[in-house]
């Protein structure tokens, strides 16, 4: 049975709020998930939260999300909206915040077998980006998201909430390059660069499963130094005053490109 | 030659600070630009700030800003990180503010001709994708964003930062529905509907040109009326578990299939 917690005093509301803070993240290995949407998407990726605040009892699917958490030894507890927007820090905060068990994010968990695309990220610093990433690799179905050098956390608040769920049916790793360079040519892969310095258009080659798309920093793009170990650097075409895409919308339009021709067959 | 200006009092900064808010935008007709990217950029493109402020002297592009905002009768003001902190909310200001003369949105000032490709975005209420689908309208040589029903303020803080200096190179227009369906079909143009409902893959229709994109509201997607009007409605490939792009990704995807018809022949 949920239990009832109204005081902002409470330690798992304290804890929960705590998780907004990467520091925190790190040392109790949870993070925050908000909205009936995403941890229902989460529940049916197989991922139940520890704890799961709640302020409005009644829909099925909060209903259902009671019942599994509880099932499986976490804990459901009844709550306000002051409490919610204490924990999320919205002033208009989801109706339902989960605390989740953050994944594994070693590269030897990955099966490159499982899809013939993932995505590999370099220094991404907008945790809005990561997530946005995450929803598109989803859709386009991409395997997961590889995390290279020093990216802004998956887990964040504001990386999930961009994700819409992609979090939870995404395989996430993190890596330093050089690790990544290791386990990749283990394998089969073929590394697709998107730099501004190709001198190839992103629609001229042939893609290759499984393709692994590399996108760099928001700012800087992708060191000279990853962009002569990729096996194909292309550019997508730039045909205004601007120089650069988001790095978020460069990965959609390469992701699409490689997608469609996986398509055509 | 320009003054100095580091009391947080000062008039000048008041009104500068003041545009962060929609009602005083609307009220005196001004925006705020930052950094001097954006600012070169808005330069290039025929735009100069009405105040112009900065902290750090010496860089040769601040010294063409400074030289032409004061050619044209606008004010060049030094000023301190205390200032630019206050005027733009941001712990890490640019060093570079500016204050700019809101644009004409009136459809009437689109020459549809001048681009074969257009963007319409319908009731979008997150300004940063506004200003990102700027940024990508620019990227792919569209001519412009036409803004429908209640969209997000293009002139924001938010989305001018997205637009990465978009907002000076795309034109922009703002209308209700009916407005705009009177001035479309009183010339040429396709209109592009993106819609989960459509059951017409993206890849499959010949596009044309004037090739109008229509994109809807990030939770609700287009009415169903306007989708209706729409001379073709396609869809994006949802492979995953997710059942919808994020709106600024949805639309690049989508432009730059047109962009790639249009390229091929």
Chains 1, 2 share one sequence.
Not at 229 to 256: Q, R
């Amino acid at each position: 049975m949920p239990r009832q917690v109204t005081a902002f005093s409470n330690p798992l509301v304290k804890q929960a709020r705590g998780l907004r803070d990467k520091k925190n993240r790190r040392r109790e290995g949870l993070f925050l998930g908000e909205g009936l949407r995403i941890l229902t998407e989460a529940r049916e990726a197989g991922h139940l939260p520890e704890l799961l605040f709640y302020s409005e009892a009644g829909h099925p699917l909060l209903d259902r999300l009671i019942d599994e958490t509880e099932a499986k030894g976490g804990e459901a507890i009844e709550t306000n909206a002051d409490i919610l927007h204490k924990i999320s820090g919205k002033d208009n905060p989801q109706t339902v915040i989960g605390v989740y068990r953050a994944f594994e994010t070693g590269l030897d968990r990955l099966d490159r077998s499982a899809s013939p695309l993932w995505i590999v990220a370099q220094s991404l610093r907008d945790p809005g980006n990561i997530g946005t990433i995450l929803r598109t690799g989803d859709a386009a179905g991409a395997g997961g998201l590889i995390l290279i050098d020093d990216c802004a956390d998956p887990f964040s608040v504001e990386a999930v909430r961009a994700s819409m769920g992609a979090l939870f049916t995404q395989r996430i790793a993190a890596a330093r390059w050089e690790d990544f360079l290791l386990w990749l040519r283990a394998g089969k892969g073929q590394l697709i660069g998107t730099s501004l310095n190709a001198s190839q258009d992103y629609q001229q080659p042939l893609y290759a499963s499984p393709a692994f798309i590399l996108v760099g920093n928001e700012q800087a793009g992708l060191p000279p130094a990853y962009e002569s170990e990729c096996d194909l650097l292309v550019k997508i075409p730039m045909l205004g005053k601007a120089d650069s895409l988001n790095a978020a919308i460069a990965t959609a339009v390469m992701v699409y490109e490689v997608v469609n021709q996986f398509r055509r067959g």
